[in-house]
C-alpha cells in the first residue's frame, strides 16, 4: 500500500545535539513533500515544504530538509537543537493537489 | 485575522449518540478536510470536500459523514455507528485545486465519548 513512513517514533536529545528525522513515501510521480510541526497544545504548522527546484529546503526556526528522489525520501535536520523544539513533527505527501498524506509523527524531546 | 474556527475544543459525549464538530474558515479556501489523530498513528483522512456541495470519503470514512453547503463550513459528525470515536479531530483547508500550496489547520477538537 502507498504510504508516508516516518521510522522514528520518539527521538530524546540533548540540547545542541544535531537532528535528523526520516521520512520516506512510496507515491509515484510527482508529489509535494511537507514537514509540520504541533508544539503541546498547539495547532499543526508548517516548517517547510518542497514543490520543485532546489532539493534541499530552508524552513522556520532553523530547520532544513532534503529531498532525494531516488531513495523516495525528505528528511528533516537541524545542526543545534534547543529545548523549544520539543513538539511531535510529522512529514506529509501530496501525490496529487487535493490528498495530504501524513506520517505517524515523531515526538522529539529536548532535554535542557 | 484569516484562519480556521473549530469548535468546540473539548467535547464529551455519552456513548451511542451522535455528535457533529465544527469547522469554519474565512481563508476563501475551496478544499476543506477531515482528519483524525490518535497516538502513533498520525492523522487519517475522513472526509474531504474539494467545492461546495462536493465531498468524498477519505481513507477511514465509516462511521462519519459530512456536509458542505457553505464554502466557509464543513461539519463532521460522528456518529454511533464509529467504533471508537474517541480522537482528536483536525479540519485543514487549501486554497484549491491544482494549486502548489500547504494546507492550513485548525486547533482541533478533543472528543471524549464515555
Known amino acids: 500500500a502507498q504510504s508516508v513512513s516516518q521510522h522514528n517514533h520518539h527521538v530524546i536529545l540533548s540540547e545542541a545535539a544535531s537532528l535528523e528525522l526520516g521520512c520516506n513515501y512510496s507515491y509515484g510521480g510527482t508529489v509535494n513533500l511537507f514537514w509540520y510541526v504541533q508544539y503541546p497544545g498547539q495547532h499543526l504548522q508548517l516548517l517547510l515544504k518542497?514543490?520543485?527546484?532546489?532539493?534541499l529546503v530552508k524552513g522556520i526556526k532553523g530547520f532544513e530538509a532534503e529531498f532525494i528522489k531516488s531513495k523516495f525520501s525528505f528528511n528533516l535536520r537541524k545542526p543545534s537543537v534547543q529545548w523549544s523544539d520539543t513538539a511531535e513533527y510529522f512529514c506529509?505527501?501530496?501525490?496529487?493537489?487535493?490528498?495530504?498524506?501524513f506520517g505517524s509523527g515523531t515526538k522529539l524531546n529536548v532535554k535542557p | 485575522d484569516g484562519g480556521i474556527t473549530q469548535s468546540p475544543k473539548y467535547l464529551f459525549r455519552k456513548e451511542g449518540q451522535n455528535v457533529t464538530l465544527s469547522c469554519e474558515q474565512n481563508?476563501?479556501?475551496?478544499?476543506m478536510y477531515w482528519y483524525r489523530q490518535d497516538p502513533g498513528q498520525g492523522l487519517r483522512l475522513i472526509y474531504y470536500?474539494?467545492?461546495?456541495?462536493?465531498?468524498q470519503k477519505g481513507d477511514i470514512a465509516e462511521g462519519y459523514s459530512v456536509s458542505r453547503e457553505k464554502k466557509e463550513s464543513f461539519p463532521l459528525t460522528v456518529t454511533s455507528a464509529q467504533k471508537n470515536p474517541t480522537a482528536f479531530y483536525l479540519c485543514?483547508?487549501?486554497?484549491?485545486?491544482?494549486?502548489?500550496?500547504?494546507?492550513?489547520f485548525g486547533q482541533g477538537t478533543r472528543l471524549t465519548v464515555v
Open positions: 518542497y514543490f520543485s527546484g532546489d532539493p
Open positions: 485543514a483547508s487549501i486554497p484549491g485545486r491544482d494549486q502548489n500550496t500547504e494546507a492550513f
Open positions: 506529509a505527501v501530496t501525490p496529487n493537489f487535493n490528498k495530504f498524506y
Open positions: 481563508l476563501n479556501h475551496d478544499a
Open positions: 470536500s474539494q467545492i461546495v456541495n462536493d465531498f
